[in-house]
């Protein structure tokens, strides 16, 4: 779960970590209990629908704007380290 | 401590200038804040602007709100264009939107002089303002007992004078809670009430901005001010904005639910109990009927919000890469690595904990299981109000399970932690309009009473809160 | 075992990108190459912390079209997700997709004589485009990242294994860009991107029913290399079980330079997308009203109109075809027939010339032609002046006095001068060569200046030398 979610977690943490979200889902895995078989899932409590955006343009950023805040940026790209194929990296 | 509607007829009356007002401000922040810790940064090069321009406004007669020229502070979690939000997180330090928040938009075009920004738990995660990523805002009551969170900082400025009103958001009872703590008021509006585009989301599903005020009145102004539709935010409705004309309309002949469980969770403090009973029956002789209402999924609640937003927060902060905004570890040999170290430098524990909780949730195998659930869960809290709503027009119970309390308390114990939340994340997960109003104390520290309304009904909830004000007031 | 006991069993995953204005979630232009990079972001599409999406209506609207071109059922309930992965190419850390509730399920396609069945189609957004330092993926030190492409709008659509051979799977697509042109949805242009292929491919031997081991192949950016790419991939596969091994279930990418399928990803370390319903958009009802609406408004669907340019026109299937995939040129043979010009030469011209004319102006230009009052070389000077100009080519004609000669008595005193002055070929002419004709037609050409009528020129010549 660290790795996918790129949470970098010494092992020591992990098992602290684990311990506690155990605790965690001891007390979620209560929910179990609760008859939802005929229950529909509520993803958005207030109900809207067809929120739609007419195709129009609007203002842009500036590539200066749109880098300013990065790490670490040239000639207008964002500079990232090297992409070493892990999987899923 | 000073209303906005009394500072606005001392402004009107010229009594005072925006820019004085300003001044006795950032003077009462300096005197309180080395005790309170309220503020991250205090932006007074941009308040002194604000001050200004409205100064010129009062001076030549052009538009003015009751809003205008009144010093105010934003949570962290709100992008404010050019100025530093981190979301009280590492990993977003010296990150500067390149826009407004709607909400700060529509409040600056309102008149507001912004002071600073108010320090919060990491990413909105916590109720005590201890999982800062920088230092740990203290309760202006008791320093050494935690204000409450997430918005903390928020709630902590407007309870120690060094903002007039503050903005803060509420997921789980992010702003309820810390007002309930401080003492101070604290509304969470319908979901959909007020945008949140530029809000650097928690939960999507659950957030929603709100104000920490001094009085009911207050919050209304402040709300009318940001609330309404926004091109930019989908899930923003379409409803009338009218929070002010009802607001004096007292409780007479409405009903008030009082619902079983809400008294009967584990740790609600005595005194807390006793102090909400006594609040009821002053509304009771204000005219109130309370009526005895059942929310007999409440036991469930903690759980399911623990999938939901967990779940909603390990998506949204994913886009934390040290890509385009953020702090980025230059040890990494490649990108992976640097993601993994940038990530393990900039989140603090809470968040790790959501962010893996919520990942477990969301992964293959365990959907059904957890989030999927939670998502029902939600749906028969969401009608377990319905129904209430039958029988009552607001419900009403302490804001908080709990005064504030010691400073490091609870840190160990991330359970302890969430039962803060108990009574104000049903409001979330069924997006209702939820106020915290002060209601006495307990140990000589701040309760808070809650009043929940149904959907849209944000003005009633206002209403109910105001006239509990007026026969606290007047006791 | 030769390769013709084994089936090839093929699905596809087409990415086609929506002709929109604008991006699908925020109002930056879908025309991502027009910009310096990154510069045509906003705060949404570089995912800032903070923004919001809002879904653009008209790609709604064009996924809708292509759904109902592919007779597809399209859900009255639809929604949008979030797919959860890590890229820098992707700002948001997940992909706003749509998962269990697509905008359209279970339509068919006709491609050849043979149906391929849709499963279903679905929008979504791009992402950026990264930018390697050195130009292998695994050495470079660092990459480059630009998000102009990043949230423009692509529809995907996916088929049931129904294709049989790489032949099948590239007409598959070509048939695919056919539709969604006529429709007006995309410009589906493989070349710059806008339809992007990829192939599932397994093969089962002749006669069985259970499906074997797939590959996923993807990179793939022509349809010349979709078909190259499928035909490789189903003779590996054959090598590999064939010498008693088994097929890995991966995504194989294909090397142009090579002219073979590598392995890109195998399936131990597929994605956990980890996909829940997109919080912070409302989900769509889409009114059946509407949806039949958009149903009885299609344009008439590539199938039949090459149909109808091969009986109406007697165009061949090929030049049916080349009509048929570029709705402008179609139109244009299409009115300008109606103006009175005929079918198959007006076909002939404009897959020739290309022309840039209405197709009033061309109709007057192929009168012109036919009526032998220029010859097809003026006529293309013609349509070039035309074209600049804007004039009228009649008005061309007489401007540049470009009349053709075709009086018989003033052709034939420039043939005696020719004759006169190429003794050599007249003598090679009469030896029996007939190509010397060429060289004396050429300069009568020459000597009129281009205006002779070649046609009344060769047959004077012709007698003149036979006598």
Redesign the interface.
Same mark, same amino acid.
């Given at each position: 779960m660290a790795l996918l979610a790129r949470l970098g977690l010494e092992p020591a943490e992990e098992e602290f970590y684990a311990a506690q979200l155990g605790g965690i889902l001891a007390h979620i895995d209560r929910l179990r209990e609760v008859d939802t078989e005929a229950i529909p899932p509520t993803a958005q409590v207030v109900p809207l629908a067809n929120r739609l955006r007419q195709d129009e343009p609007l203002p842009r950023l500036s590539p200066e704007e749109a880098l300013a805040n990065a790490p670490e940026a040239r000639d207008g790209y964002f500079v990232v380290k090297a992409i070493q194929d892990s999987g899923d990296a | 401590m000073a209303t906005i509607s009394e500072l606005h007829d001392r402004l009107s009356r010229r009594e005072i200038s925006a820019s004085e007002l300003l001044d006795q401000q950032l003077a009462r922040i300096e005197e309180q804040e080395p005790r309170v810790h309220a503020y991250l940064r205090l932006t007074a090069e941009l308040a002194r602007a604000q001050a200004q321009a409205a100064d010129r406004l009062f001076r030549e007669g052009g538009p003015v709100g009751p809003l205008t020229g009144i010093p105010a502070a934003v949570k962290d979690?709100?992008?404010v264009q050019g100025v530093e939000?981190t *979301?009280g997180s590492k990993i977003?330090a010296?990150? !500067? =939107? =390149?826009?407004d *928040?709607t909400a700060v938009a529509r409040l600056k075009a309102a008149g507001l002089v912004l002071v600073g920004i108010t320090n919060c738990d990491e990413f909105a995660m916590g109720s005590s303002t201890e999982n800062s990523g920088y230092f740990v805002t203290r309760n202006p009551h008791d320093p050494q007992r935690v204000p409450g969170g997430s918005s903390g900082g928020s709630a902590a400025a407007v309870a120690a004078g060094e903002a007039v009103y503050a903005l803060g958001t509420d997921t789980g009872g992010s702003i309820r809670q810390p007002a309930a703590l401080c003492g101070v008021v604290g509304m969470k509006p319908?979901?959909?009430r007020v945008s !949140?585009?530029?809000?650097?989301?928690f *939960?999507?599903?659950l957030d929603q901005v709100g104000p920490l005020t001094c009085s009911v009145e207050d919050a209304a102004l402040v709300l009318e001010a940001m609330a309404g539709v926004d091109?930019?935010?989908?899930?923003s409705?379409d409803r009338p904005v009218d929070f002010l004309s009802e607001l004096e309309a007292g409780v007479e002949g409405l009903r008030l639910g009082v619902p079983r469980e809400y008294f009967q969770v584990e740790g609600l403090e005595p005194g807390v109990r006793s102090a909400v009973q006594e609040a009821l029956r002053r509304l009771e002789r204000a005219g109130a009927e309370l009526v005895d209402v059942e929310l007999p999924?409440t036991?469930?609640g903690?759980?399911?919000y623990?999938?939901i937003a967990p779940?909603?927060c390990?998506?949204n902060?994913? !886009?934390?890469?040290?890509? !385009?905004?953020?702090? @980025?570890d230059e040890s *990494? =040999?490649?990108?992976?690595?640097?993601?993994?170290?940038t990530?393990?430098a900039g989140?603090g524990p809470e968040v @790790?904990?959501r962010?893996?909780?919520g990942?477990?949730a969301?992964?293959?195998g365990y959907?059904d299981a957890?989030?999927? %659930?939670?998502? %029902?869960?939600?749906?028969?809290i969401?009608q377990d109000f319905q129904h209430a709503f039958r029988d009552c027009d607001a419900i009403v119970s302490a804001t908080a399970p709990t005064v504030a309390f010691q400073i490091g308390a609870k840190v160990d114990d =991330?359970?302890s932690m969430?039962l803060n939340d108990v009574l104000t994340l049903g409001g979330n997960?069924?997006?209702l309009p939820g106020i915290s109003v002060p209601c006495g104390t307990s140990g000589g520290l701040p309760v808070g009473l809650q009043v929940l309304t149904p959907?849209w009904q944000d003005a009633r909830a206002l209403r109910v809160a105001r006239a509990y004000e007026m026969v606290r007031d007047a006791a | 075992m030769p390769l013709s006991d084994w089936e090839p069993v093929i699905g596809m995953e087409v990415h086609v990108q929506l002709a929109t204005r604008t991006k699908m979630f925020c109002g930056c232009s879908s025309d991502y190459l027009a910009a310096p990079p990154n510069g045509n972001v906003c705060p949404v599409c570089l995912g800032l912390p903070g923004v919001l999406p809002t879904a653009n209506e008209s790609a709604v609207e064009k996924v809708v079209k292509a759904a109902v071109a592919l007779q597809c059922e399209v859900a009255e309930h639809t929604k949008f997700d979030r797919k959860n992965y890590f890229y820098p190419d992707l700002p948001k850390g997940y992909q706003i997709s749509q998962y269990d509730l697509p905008i359209a399920r279970g339509g068919s396609l006709l491609v050849g004589e043979r149906t391929v069945r849709i499963t279903r189609v679905h929008l979504e957004e791009d992402t950026g485009k990264l930018l390697h330092a050195g130009d292998a993926l695994h050495s470079a030190e660092e990459s480059l990242v630009d998000l102009n492409r990043a949230g423009v709008p692509l529809m995907e659509v996916v088929s049931e294994p129904d294709l049989h051979s790489a032949e099948a799977a590239r007409d598959y697509a070509i048939e695919l860009r056919d539709l969604f042109r006529a429709v007006g949805v995309s410009e589906a242009d493989m070349e710059k991107g806008q339809l992007r292929a990829e192939a599932n491919v397994s093969v089962r031997k002749v006669g069985e029913s259970a499906l074997g081991v797939k590959t996923e192949l993807k990179n793939i950016n022509s349809f010349r290399a979709l078909q190259r790419a499928v035909a490789h991939e189903i003779e590996r596969q054959v090598d590999v079980l064939e010498e008693g091994g088994q097929v890995v279930q991966e995504t194989r990418g294909w090397s142009e330079a090579q002219q073979r399928t590598f392995t890109q990803r195998s399936k131990e370390e597929a994605h956990d997308y980890r996909y829940f319903p997109e919080p912070d958009l409302p989900p769509l009802h889409l009114d059946s009203g509407w949806v039949s609406h958009l149903r009885q408004a299609l344009p008439e669907l590539p199938a039949r109109k090459r149909e109808r340019f091969r009986s109406q026109y007697r165009l061949s299937e090929s030049d049916a075809r080349l009509f048929v995939e570029d709705p402008d040129r179609s139109r244009l043979l299409e009115e300008t027939v109606a103006a009175g010009a005929e079918a198959r030469i007006t076909a002939n011209w404009i897959i020739a010339a290309d022309p840039k004319l209405g197709p009033a102006h061309l109709a007057e230009l192929l009168r012109l032609i036919e009526q032998a009052v220029i010859n097809r070389d003026q006529g293309r000077e013609v349509q070039r002046e035309a074209e600049a100009s804007g004039r009228q080519p009649q008005e061309v004609v007489q401007a540049l006095g470009l009349a053709q000669v075709s009086d018989e008595a003033a052709l034939a005193g420039v043939i005696e001068e020719v004759i006169a002055a190429q003794p050599q070929a007249v003598a090679d002419f009469r030896a029996g060569r007939q190509q010397a004709v060429g060289a004396l037609l050429g300069a009568v050409k020459e000597r009129t200046g281009g205006t002779a009528n070649l046609k009344v020129a060769s047959r004077l010549l012709r007698d003149r030398l036979s006598q």
């Open positions: - | 979690v709100l992008s939000v *979301a977003l010296g990150y !500067r =939107p =390149p826009f *928040a319908t979901y959909g !949140r585009y530029g809000l650097i989301a *939960a999507s599903s091109a930019r935010d989908a899930t409705a999924h036991d469930y903690l759980a399911a623990y999938i779940a909603e390990s998506s902060l994913a !886009r934390m890469d040290s890509v !385009r905004f953020g702090i @980025r *990494a =040999p490649n990108l992976f690595q640097s993601y993994l170290r990530r393990r989140f @790790r904990r962010v893996m909780l990942t477990y969301l992964s293959s959907y957890y989030y999927l %659930k939670a998502q %029902k869960i939600r749906t028969l969401a =991330p359970f969430y997960l069924a997006g959907h | -």
